[in-house]
Antibody
Framework: EVQLVESGGGLVQPGGSLRLSCAASGFTFSSYWMHWVRQAPGKGLVWVSRINSDGSSTSYADSVKGRFTISRDNAKNTLYLQMNSLRAEDTAVYYC??????????WGQGTLVTVSS | QSVLTQPPSVSGAPGQRVTISCTGSSSNIGAGYDVHWYQQLPGTAPKLLIYGNSNRPSGVPDRFSGSKSGTSASLAITGLQAEDEADYYCQSYDSSLSGWGYVFGTGTKVTVL
């Protein structure tokens, strides 16, 4: 059974940093692209970032480019999102999702990030 | 940030058929990129409902169906059930002069009367 479990969310002040993790199991993690998607409270889904299967290629939404860094450790079956210079508008539930052919076939349960003073 | 437009809400009585539209443009759906649909039950993570315009993952009831034409796509739910009350999102891929990326619809709340 495919499982994605996010962790690392919490309350952080504007300008602060946070690192999210996503532990994967039930599939060959190193064979799949992985993504982060976020959802602000009461709002819709927004794609944030993706990384290819061996970690050699990444891309980001314009809203986070230069502030967020996606990475992965295939030996640990874990996906990461380093978030720096956080803003109030980054407040959201962050989901990790497995990618397949330009869609997301499995999602984690999400972790809440709140940016507030 | 949503470049795919959906109606904010649709409703229907149990057993009825409802449809949700997803309108894009020539840089996403109209460019030939597939449309996918997700169901988000209250307080839970999104779940893949339809992929590749009209394909259902294993375990998704055949009450759910998808289609695509031109710059738009649609999700139909026939024989509406109480457990179908949820938010539904379409998703595609967008490629334009300003860049590319994965795009979602604005979301539609389905209410079972």
């Amino acid at each position: 059974e495919v499982q994605l479990v996010e962790s690392g969310g919490g309350l952080v002040q504007p300008g602060g940093s946070l690192r999210l993790s996503c532990a994967a199991s039930g599939f060959t993690f190193s064979s799949y692209w992985m993504h982060w998607v976020r959802q602000a409270p009461g709002k819709g889904l927004v794609w944030v970032s993706r990384i290819n299967s061996d970690g050699s290629s990444t891309s980001y939404a314009d809203s986070v480019k230069g502030r967020f860094t996606i990475s992965r450790d295939n030996a640990k079956n874990t996906l990461y999102l380093q978030m720096n210079s956080l803003r109030a508008e980054d407040t959201a539930v962050y989901y990790c999702a497995r990618g397949w052919d330009r869609y997301f076939d499995y999602w984690g349960q999400g972790t809440l990030v709140t940016v507030s003073s | 940030q949503s470049v795919l437009t959906q109606p904010p809400s649709v409703s229907g009585a149990p057993g009825q058929r409802v449809t949700i539209s997803c309108t894009g443009s020539s840089s996403n759906i109209g460019a030939g990129y597939d449309v996918h649909w997700y169901q988000q039950l209250p307080g839970t993570a999104p779940k893949l409902l339809i992929y590749g315009n009209s394909n259902r993952p294993s375990g998704v009831p055949d009450r759910f169906s998808g289609s695509k034409s031109g710059t738009s796509a649609s999700l139909a739910i026939t024989g509406l059930q109480a457990e179908d009350e949820a938010d539904y999102y379409c998703q595609s891929y967008d490629s334009s002069l300003s860049g590319w990326g994965y795009v979602f619809g604005t979301g539609t709340k389905v209410t079972v009367l």
